[in-house]
């Protein structure tokens, strides 16, 4: 399967979605991140995500594939933007069919933490002092069936959270 995962060009979601090709599934969950202007108290005037790019492909594959087997959902697909970006801008879609919603909404999240958590792509914010830092990554995790939503949401990226 040699479906693109990483993109250096803006991403576009409808063809992600499949809607005729999976006539059993009634369920759609889409995550959309979205760059935004502000992280941790500081105003972002933009981003660059940065990878290595083999690897990141491949986990984020082999994410696709494990959140199919683990929810049981016939569809994953996971494409992360890299580059510049500017505030608004698309840098990762997540998208699950499955035959109902339940499953759907379960399988989206567990797959974007999987690859916040799991990719080596990083992220680098540039404030609009004119200043620059990477992002403190989340640690790799074996614990992505119960997030701590309260922690998660502290610690989520401008483009995860």
């Known amino acids: 399967m040699n479906r693109i995962a990483l993109s250096h060009e803006p991403v576009?979601?409808?063809?992600l979605l499949?809607?005729?090709t999976h006539p059993e599934c009634g369920g759609l969950a889409l995550f959309v991140g979205t760059?935004?202007?502000h992280h941790e108290g500081r105003s972002v005037r933009h981003l660059k995500y940065t990878a290595h790019e083999p690897l990141a492909a491949k986990v984020i594959r082999e994410v696709e594939h494990s959140t199919r087997e683990r929810y049981g959902v016939p569809y994953v697909r996971i494409v992360h933007r890299l580059g510049d970006l500017a505030i608004g801008d698309i840098a990762i879609v997540c998208v699950?069919?499955?035959?109902?919603?339940?499953?759907?909404?379960?399988?989206?999240?567990?797959?974007?933490d999987a690859v916040k958590h799991g990719a080596p792509i990083w992220k680098e914010e540039f404030y609009t002092d004119g200043s620059s830092a990477f992002v403190e990554g989340c640690c790799?995790?074996?614990?992505?069936?119960e997030p701590?939503?309260?922690s998660h949401r502290h610690h989520s990226h401008a483009s995860h959270g």
């Open 96 to 112: 699950v069919r499955a035959p109902h919603r339940a499953e759907a909404f379960a399988a989206c999240r567990y797959a974007v």
């Open 18 to 20: 499949e809607l005729d």
């Open 12 to 15: 576009a979601v409808e063809p």
């Open 35 to 37: 760059v935004r202007d």
């Open 140 to 145: 790799i995790r074996d614990d992505l069936d």
């Open 148 to 150: 701590d939503t309260a």
